[in-house]
T-cell receptor, first 116, second 116 residues
Framework: GAGVSQSPRYKVAKRGQDVALRCDPISGHVSLFWYQQALGQGPEFLTYFQNEAQLDKSGLPSDRFFAERPEGSVSTLKIQRTQQEDSAVYLC??????????????FGEGSRLTVL | AQKITQTQPGMFVQEKEAVTLDCTYDTSDQSYGLFWYKQPSSGEMIFLIYQGSYDEQNATEGRYSLNFQKARKSANLVISASQLGDSAMYFCAMREGRNTGNQFYFGTGTSLTVIP
């Protein structure tokens, strides 16, 4: 497709369950970001990839969160032993290049995670 | 300190009127980019407008314009001739120039309601 694709769109998990969220960025986009957006809040940065290299993971809230982009295209955000506070929309975004003057981020529709 | 501050949690505007959504930012970088995104209730993030820190002219995109006041570190969004479809959350964002430009910060957002 032409845009950023995320799956699943909705995920309900029991507390303690592991989840995996997938992001398929726009073809050829170098930069890939993951954000967490709690209800009524702005997106909070989680992690950033430039191609397959994870250059910044400073926003990951705990070691239960892990992200990878092994071939520089599709990325997976994994959350182990989910907790209720992990409930949020997880947004993936990509941009063609890295650097500040390279235009906007293109966002997926997000994966809404609800932890019961 | 917050990188992006949006002080208006909610705004109302009459249809066909203009509205200004406030945004201030904090950076010590000389090179940075400022962005506005719209997020309707459906959840997708829609890019609206971009302003580079070295751009001398205020950015405009159709009914959207960015009132960029560098000395005040403000980047207010002006929407002219408001339409009912403009009702949404609006997020101001900044991308800094340091390192690989991977820092992309969002504000907490302003909820805009257009009244018929």
């Amino acid at each position: 497709g032409a845009g950023v694709s995320q799956s699943p769109r909705y995920k309900v998990a029991k507390r303690g369950q592991d989840v995996a969220l997938r992001c398929d960025p726009i073809s050829g986009h170098v930069s890939l970001f993951w954000y967490q957006q709690a209800l009524g809040q702005g997106p909070e940065f989680l992690t950033y990839f430039q191609n397959e290299a994870q250059l910044d993971k400073s926003g990951l809230p705990s070691d239960r969160f892990f992200a990878e982009r092994p071939e520089g295209s599709v990325s997976t955000l994994k959350i182990q032993r989910t907790q209720q506070e992990d409930s949020a929309v997880y947004l993936c975004a990509s941009s063609l290049r890295s650097g500040v003057n390279t235009g906007e981020l293109f966002f997926g529709e997000g994966s809404r995670l609800t932890v019961l | 300190a917050q990188k992006i501050t949006q002080t208006q949690p909610g705004m109302f505007v009459q249809e066909k009127e203009a509205v200004t959504l406030d945004c201030t930012y904090d950076t010590s970088d000389q090179s940075y980019g400022l962005f506005w995104y719209k997020q309707p209730s459906s959840g997708e993030m829609i890019f609206l407008i971009y302003q580079g820190s070295y751009d001398e002219q205020n950015a405009t995109e159709g009914r959207y314009s960015l009132n960029f006041q560098k000395a005040r570190k403000s980047a207010n969004l002006v929407i002219s001739a408001s339409q009912l479809g403009d009702s949404a959350m609006y997020f101001c964002a900044m991308r800094e120039g340091r390192n690989t430009g991977n820092q992309f910060y969002f504000g907490t957002g302003t909820s805009l309601t257009v009244i018929p």
